[in-house]
């Protein structure tokens, strides 16, 4: 039996793999059951009887408030109560955020794959650094202009037309510049 745990030694344990890894697919079993838990938990936290819950216990001790004469204990318990799940619900959240994100990045570029007229440069763009990331923006944007230029002319334009930013080009993944 192998170990299912092995990681790419690029990638830090926990952390979302770059989509263009093979680490992405092959992940540990902790990994993957602490991915279900989140799942699970952040689509539950986000449903109307969660909601509801949170509102009975606020509402519960409010209620109690009397009888504890509105004292600093009675204000800590909700406060250290509050504290800690929102700790908690930060991470679990966050992974739920970093797995759809993944998703999301790889049904784009299956997209752009798939595409004749669509730049396979743009596929991983996510990995670049801000700087190159306003650089295609400013791209796209001279685009824009030009399409409004045109008028109702209908014309397709690809950030593989003459003026993408050359001293910075969009790099595969996998390839450093």
Not at 37 to 45: E, G, I
Not at 67 to 85: A, H, K, M, R
Not at 130 to 159: C, N
Request: aromatic letters at 8%.
């Amino acid at each position: 039996m192998t170990d299912s745990t092995s990681n790419d030694s690029s990638t830090p344990l926990g952390s979302v793999p770059d989509t263009s890894s093979p680490s992405y697919a092959r992940r540990s079993a902790v990994l993957s059951a602490f991915d279900r838990f989140a799942s699970r938990v952040t689509r539950w936290a986000g449903s109307p009887l969660a909601f509801c819950m949170a509102v009975a216990v606020v509402a519960l001790w409010a209620a109690v408030g009397p009888l504890f004469g509105f004292s600093e204990n009675w204000q800590l318990v909700i406060n250290t109560g509050t504290t800690i799940v929102t700790f908690l619900m930060v991470f679990l959240i966050q992974q739920s955020q970093n797995k759809d994100s993944v998703a999301m990045h790889l049904k784009l570029n299956e997209l752009l794959a798939a595409s004749r007229t669509a730049s396979n440069r743009m596929i991983g763009i996510e990995d670049l650094d801000e700087q190159d990331l306003r650089e295609v923006a400013h791209f796209y944007a001279r685009l824009a202009e030009r399409a409004k230029a045109a008028g109702p002319t209908k014309e397709r334009h690809s950030i593989d037309e003459e003026g993408m930013p050359s001293e910075h080009p969009v790099p595969r993944p996998g390839r450093t510049r």
